[in-house]
């Protein structure tokens, strides 16, 4: 490592360190009414209880990370009943998803600690990791650091990088080579361009497989889905757009979108599922604006109450339903995609033979999305004004909905096949 480099990892960890426990008041303060984070906070300073040592350690930052991985987690917990399994990540929604698998007496979850030197510190004492396997892209100094320390390999999977970061990472060439690069023992890559992008950045070519993307390998809930569809035929009838994971800034313009496309459609009805609980308070706040009923999920506490459902619009406000939602749904609309976050995986409501709908903004999922716009399973709404028309065309011609949704299908099953090679190179890593 130069000079220059490891310079600057020890102001990086000085500045961690004075830095970590104020950032820990502010999210307790951010996240208040957020019972999901609880004592968990003591997570981000390296505080953990019910130590697991030796554990296979999986890192997903959130609640699209965790779901990408818990087939392939599930297979790996079946296959060796023997290993500490933990699961790390940064968010309450991510932890809630993570926790469905812990019906597997081997696998832990927790938060992940802060990048800091004695939070670090304290997870790796805590649970003595034998190997670091990172989904994504979360590459950090502190974190890369320690397992290097530790002669700990670091293995990225699902891995992915956006030219705007190979741009910022490529300002700092030698140090990002030193700090993060020469860390890391293997890199699976979502495709050929992202393996290019971590060669961009210093990573060895020997050490990056174009492997494919786990998201084409996901095993829904599809007991949930039936049930839904049973309650979609009862109550709503065939005319039901949702819109799935819309973040705080979208509600404005998907609810104006129904209420447009509801003009040519009289008995449309609109199922809003938020990111977030506050992305559902938003959009609640705008309905009553407009005076439109809705139901939120989270009220019915019986299977009598069902009937509830009917209402013009339901906002989905309960963890762990996507495919109870999406099987209410005719026509999917996927958040997003109309504010800067890069959108949400398509792949979820293409397993369901749904036809799909994004805003411009698809970065994260680019390659998924262009794939199921140029063979019609997907459709580009560049605001409002086009989302209206699609979901009045889609609820209109049930023959192009249809074959949209095939076609859907199509994409998703093509690219399935990336769980097995990661679970056959992690067990031989670990081997």
Known sequence: MKLSSLLVLYLYKL????IAPLAVLVICYKKRHDKGYGLSVFNFLGFYKGKKKNAIWFHAASVGEVNSIKPLVSRFAKKNPDLNIVISTMTSTGKETANSLKSYKNISVVTAPLDAPYSVFGFFRAFTPKILIIVDTELWPNMLDKASKKKIPVVIINGRLQDKNVDSYKKHANLVKD?????LKLVLAMSHADKMRFESIGVSKDKVIAAGNLKYDLIPNQILFENAKTIKTNLLGNNVVGAISFHSGEEKHIINAFIEAKKAVSNLKLVLVGRHSEDCNKAVEYLKQLNIAYK????????????GLDRDVIIGDTLGEIEFYFGLCDVIFMGGSFVNIGGHNPLEPAYFSLPIITGPIYHNFSEQFEKLIDNGGAFLAKNEEHLAAFFEKLTKNKELARIAGVKALDIQQQGRGTLNFTLETICKLLK
């Open 15 to 18: 500045l961690t360190a004075l």
């Open 179 to 183: 700090l993060i690069a020469s860390k």
């Open 296 to 307: 939120r999920k989270s009220k019915i506490t019986s299977s009598d109450e069902l009937k």
